[in-house]
């Protein structure tokens, strides 16, 4: 391929993929961001235990707004679901076992029957943590490390943990403890936060556009056919 080709190559793809994800990935999440600091801001207050579950179930709630509109709905639903069957079975020695067949079923009919593909795929990372979180912490009650049911204040501010309840990751319940307790901001902290977006931006990038485009350009396993129909239409 020639030097003019090769050129024009890498520009498309600059202009028509890398930029614009990397734009959207920042227009997606400087919001929550914004709303993680000022939960960490309020917790730092030295409020009542149930204020800060408070404050988190709404800046949770909030999020899920802003991703989801009222299509959150079935967020809730699942996890008023969870802390139902950890209530009702509070004295049961499996309830891990019990609440993961439940989850299972739900998220099955969600997939199949209760409302369209598209809108539950968009769900379907939320739906994931929400149903991780509700396994860990029933097992967590099994095995004893939580000695008893969260308040249901306590629990939905665990599940609607605003730093986790859209992208995740899971964190256990006695981490989500920790993090209300308000440790001090320190610059260290503020650094592995900047970091770890740079990284959260970079895989991003990398899954959108270098995978699909990169490789089959330095590595034409297929040969230039495909490589000419990539170029063809246009870079999303």
């Known amino acids: 391929m020639g030097a003019f080709s090769r050129q024009k ?11 614009p994800t990397a734009q959207q990935g920042l227009e997606q999440v ?8 000022l939960c960490r801001l309020l917790w730092m207050l030295g409020l009542p235990s149930f204020l800060k579950h ?20 079935w967020v809730v639903l699942l996890s008023l679901l969870c802390y139902l069957f950890l209530f009702l079975c509070r004295h049961s020695t499996m309830r891990g ?6 989850v299972l079923i739900y998220l099955l009919l969600g997939e199949l029957h209760m409302m369209d593909t598209t809108n539950w795929h968009k769900m379907r990372g939320s739906q994931m943590v929400v149903a991780m979180k509700a396994i860990s ?22 599940i609607y943990f605003v730093g986790t309840v859209i992208f995740g990751p899971w964190i256990s319940f006695n981490s989500y403890r920790e993090a209300v307790e308000g440790r001090r901001l320190s610059f260290s902290w503020l ?46």
């Open 137 to 158: 912490l029933a097992f967590d009650l099994d095995r004893g490390v939580v000695s008893s049911v969260p308040s249901p204040l306590e629990f939905m501010g665990y």
């Open 97 to 102: 076992t019990f609440l993961s067949i439940t």
């Open 54 to 73: 408070l404050v988190t179930v709404a800046g949770g709630f909030y999020t899920l707004y802003l991703f989801f509109e009222l299509h959150m709905i």
């Open 191 to 236: 650094s592995k936060v900047c970091v770890s977006w740079v990284k959260s931006q970079l895989c991003l990038v990398v899954s959108n556009c270098v995978a699909p485009y990169l490789f089959p350009y330095f590595i034409p396993l297929y040969g230039d056919k495909l490589l000419r129909g990539k170029k063809r239409r246009k870079i999303r």
């Open 30 to 37: 400087w919001q929550l961001l914004l709303i993680c600091l």
């Open 9 to 19: 190559f890498f520009q498309e793809l600059w202009g028509g993929c890398l930029l």
